[in-house]
């Protein structure tokens, strides 16, 4: 059998998807428990949902979920800190606490054999952490430590930088792990506070995916989380953080980094919410735009021009309004050009060329098409089920994804791109050498860009 | 047409679980390994594809090269000359690649239905790539690597370690002495008549190794790779490269400074390469040292001391030799000479009684739930697929999954305690990375280098 080389292969009809049965039950203590059977290997993916991240922090207290996550397995249910990474360790679990926008995800994966060990140890971790004064002394100043190495880290500089001139006073205007004097005026009894208030059975879902049946994953959960006592109270709802206005600041800020080889990049603004409506078309207004290789952006600054060795363009959709973001990190000689053609090209799938009706088939396959390749893993599963939650998701828009995404046109695509991205009101960072980037920006008329500090 | 067909079948390891990951395996004609594993949990298949080539068959002068052809198998091939990336994302596939000092991967990871696309795509590459090369490409190619290069290294803080480690390890025209992304004088001056070169003698099908795991039928599946890959002619066979160990003696104290805040100190040993023996134990090693709160050199550090913000232990094995290097980074107010005051004293103590039975054990599970963890995904870095390359082309037996499981859970405490003594000699080297303008900071008596 000889290939015929004069045309590709037409891939087959796209894969029939059908998500996994979801199985919700409600403890008496109001604990949401989900559960997804995954057959194939002994592996059990809990997630803990809590919603409450980073924007729950209290204005003056930025830092505070994110150390109060990183706090709980600091010592639990009468262990050390040092004994519960070890019973953590001897049977293999792998524990991962994430502090997100607007909540903090507790993930634990354990081989199926020691489930009910691991389940035992998430509890404690999650109900009854130690917090206590002496870890947390030693966790913040720790916490202090690494921001002091980030202020060498372009991206992480760059990210805090857009951040707070975006969203300003806004809860989602400060990265999750805070600010130094914040953590220098925080106390072990401000984590406590926000523990006993935060962490909650009736705002907290549990999610465990794995190789066992619905019955026995669930009794897995209720074994050790039905005796986890609600507040007094009415629970408080999660925080939505109000839609703001786009903050008036300036479009061109760079912070100073003197030598650089590359200046990082970030451009853009207040976008959308998770629950737009919105939703499937900006997906693929992204992918035409910056969303993946193929992409206008990419193929631009680096197959074309070759001045980066990557860009994207990404909606971060949360509870609240996320920002639409560009992000690449460009050679310093060529930060005005590339600048210069990132923001032509953010003008063009809005006015001069709207995505063809290619594009948006491309776009549309590639996301319906590797859909199902999402959910190979308990743990992809176990997040998956986590964003319904987290969102206030219906189960079926996983099922629903696919046609939703279909459904979007060309048109759309443009309808989305006027309603969503205003470059005009985009702002720009740039973390690189500003004796060699600011001449260069004002040679190609930009604004002057405003020297800012991330302290 | 020679074939080898073979079958395997798990075997429980006696500790934990047994791994069952069934292959067939054939030679064809023109010396393409195909091994395909059925997977059918979800409807993917994914496709990947080893060369036996990296940056250790680079020559002084020239490195960074064979990472470079590496863009270029992304930017076309006689019949699609339009990009690789674009047919295959509208199939809904994943894909990407990698270079190392020994090997270069490419996957794709697709749609059951797309697997023909991506044999297409993956065997006009390898059949047909030079026709499509052109200069405006391979120049443009050059340049996303020195972003590449400056992303990764030059502009990231202590970039620009590992670069000084390996210089100090190993003789300048040893091949492991280099990075695989190279150094730019190197690849601004190298041409596109090197790549055709590079080309003719690493990417024909006796290099290479093939496998296709996830939602296919076996048999079919082999007939799809003969179908695309078979024609294809063979090449000249390829030398292994001699890379013999040039033993440390004494101490090699190093100094750069650098754009951080807090000083970092690293110490390299050389130790066995990997699946050599020895490489589990020092793999296990390094869990005891810096895996968690209560490893020994964390626990001295970070916790107790609070001398350190971070300490981190690693065996890095390659095909030929490994490197094991232990890495600290200083709160502030402190020297890297105090850290290597108290590291002293565990090295010396893990040296000396090893580590207990329990530390050990603690060590093994974890392995053993990362490595099942790492079973969970067919495809990409790391995932089975790419794991039965590794087996096949560094044991030449892609169903090594039960003993390389049981490699570390048959370890023992005495085991390591040897292995420890035996590598973690006074041969190695020291290096520091300080804040520009203060070498008050680094270990004393060290020499400056300056790196790029």
């Known amino acids: 059998m000889s290939v015929d080389r004069s045309r590709l292969p037409v891939p087959g009809p796209e894969p029939h998807f059908r998500f996994p049965r979801i199985v919700t039950r409600t403890l008496p203590n109001g604990l949401c428990v989900r559960t997804v059977e995954h057959r194939g290997l002994p592996v059990v993916t809990v997630v803990a949902l809590v919603p409450a991240g980073a924007a729950t922090d209290p204005a003056d207290r930025p830092g505070l979920a994110a150390l109060t996550g990183d706090m709980l397995d600091e010592g639990a249910g009468g262990r050390s800190a040092l004994v519960l990474q070890e019973e953590l360790s001897r049977i293999g679990a792998s524990l991962d606490t994430e502090i997100g926008p607007d909540a903090t995800i507790l993930t634990l994966a354990v081989l199926s054999r020691f489930a009910e060990r691991g389940l035992a140890l998430l509890a404690d971790i999650v109900q009854c952490p130690a917090l206590d004064d002496h870890e947390f002394a030693r966790l913040r100043e720790l916490r202090v430590n690494r921001l002091t190495q980030l202020r060498d880290v372009p991206p992480s500089l760059a990210d805090r930088a857009f951040s707070r001139l975006v969203f300003g006073a806004h809860p989602y205007g400060h990265l999750p792990m805070g600010s130094e004097p914040a953590l220098l005026a925080m106390t072990a009894d401000e984590v406590r506070a926000f523990h006993r208030e935060a962490y909650d059975p009736r705002r907290t879902t549990l999610i465990a995916v794995g190789d066992a049946t619905h019955d026995a994953l669930f009794d897995l959960v209720a074994g050790r989380f039905a005796g986890w006592a609600p507040g007094p109270g009415e629970p408080a709802a999660p925080v939505v953080p109000d839609m703001v206005a786009p903050v008036v600041g300036p479009r061109f800020a760079i912070v100073a980094r003197p030598g650089a080889p590359q200046s990082e990049l970030r451009i853009g603004h207040v976008a959308a919410a998770r629950q737009t409506p919105d939703y499937h078309a900006l997906l693929v207004l992204n992918a035409v735009l910056g969303g993946q290789f193929v992409s206008r952006i990419n193929m631009n600054l680096r197959e074309h021009k070759g001045y980066t060795y990557g860009v994207r363009t990404t909606f971060d959709f949360r509870r609240g309004r996320g920002p639409f973001l560009l992000q690449t990190s460009v050679e310093t000689q060529v930060t005005a050009p590339a600048v210069r053609e990132a923001l032509a090209e953010l003008c063009a799938v809005r006015d001069s060329r709207p995505a063809t009706p290619d594009e948006v088939a491309l776009a549309r396959a590639s996301l319906t098409r590797g859909f199902p390749r999402s959910f190979e893993t308990t743990e992809q599963v176990a997040r998956a089920v986590a964003q319904l939650a987290l969102y206030d998701l219906p189960d079926a828009s996983l099922e629903q994804f696919v046609p939703s995404v279909n459904a979007v046109e060309p048109d759309d695509a443009t309808r989305v791109a006027h309603a969503h991205l205003q470059p005009a009101e985009m702002t720009t960072v740039i973390v690189g050498d500003a004796d060699v980037v600011v001449p260069s920006l004002r040679a190609e008329g930009f604004p002057e860009p405003q020297v800012v500090t991330v302290e | ?452």
Request: aromatic share 10%; charged share 20%.
């Open chain 2, 1 to 452: 047409m020679i074939r080898s067909k073979e079958q395997t079948v798990g075997e429980a390891t006696g500790k934990g679980v047994g791994m069952d990951v069934p292959f067939t395996r054939e030679v064809l004609d023109n010396g393409l390994h195909v091994i395909v594993h059925e997977d059918h949990r979800c409807p993917i298949v994914a496709v990947n594809l080893w060369y036996h080539v990296g940056s250790k068959n680079e020559r002084p002068g020239r490195t960074g090269f064979a990472h470079l052809f590496e863009h270029l198998m992304f930017e076309g091939s006689e019949h699609h000359d339009t990009g690789y990336f674009q047919p295959l994302q509208e199939a809904g596939g994943q894909l990407n690649g990698s270079t190392n000092a020994d090997r270069t991967n490419y996957w794709e990871v697709v749609p059951t239905s797309a697997l023909e696309t991506a044999l297409w795509m993956e065997s006009d590459r390898l059949g047909f790539l030079l026709p499509a090369l052109t200069q405006a490409k391979f120049e443009n190619q050059r340049d996303v690597v020195l972003n590449e290069r400056r992303q990764n290294y030059e502009n990231r803080p202590y970039g620009l370690a590992p670069m000084a480690i390996l210089a100090a390890l190993y003789p300048p025209d040893h091949p492991y002495h280099w990075l695989t992304i190279g150094v730019p004088e190197d690849l601004h001056a190298s041409s596109l008549d090197e790549v055709r070169a590079f080309f003719a003698a690493y990417y024909h099908p006796g290099n290479a190794s093939l496998v296709l795991a996830g939602d296919v039928d076996a048999a079919r599946a082999a007939d799809l790779a003969r179908c695309y890959f078979g024609d294809i002619p063979a090449g000249p066979a390829v030398a292994p490269v001699a890379a013999p160990t040039v033993p440390l003696t004494g101490e090699h104290r190093w100094l750069l400074e650098d754009r951080v805040e807090l000083p970092r100190v690293y110490i390299a040993w050389h130790t066995p390469g990997l699946f050599h023996a020895d490489d589990a134990e020092m793999d296990l090693l390094a869990d005891v040292l810096t895996s968690g709160k209560s490893s020994r050199l964390y626990r001295s550090l970070v916790y107790d001391q609070r001398i350190a913000t971070e300490v981190a232990a690693i065996q890095n094995s390659r095909e030929v030799s490994g490197v094991f290097q232990v890495i600290a980074t200083a709160a502030p107010g402190r020297t890297l000479t105090e850290l290597m005051t108290a590291m002293e004293v565990e090295l010396a103590r893990v040296t000396a009684d090893g580590p207990t039975q329990d530390e050990v054990q603690r060590a093994q599970v974890q392995f053993e739930a990362q490595f099942v963890f790492g079973l969970q995904n067919v495809g990409g870095f790391g995932g089975k697929s790419d794991q039965l390359n590794a087996y096949n082309m560094f044991l030449g037996d892609p169903g090594w999954f039960d003993r390389d499981l049981a490699r570390y859970g048959g370890a023992t405490a005495a085991g390591v305690r040897a292995a420890a003594s035996r590598y973690l000699t006074s041969g190695r080297v020291v290096l520091s990375i300080v804040p520009r303008g203060r070498i008050d900071l680094g270990v004393p008596d060290s020499t400056q280098v300056v790196l790029s």
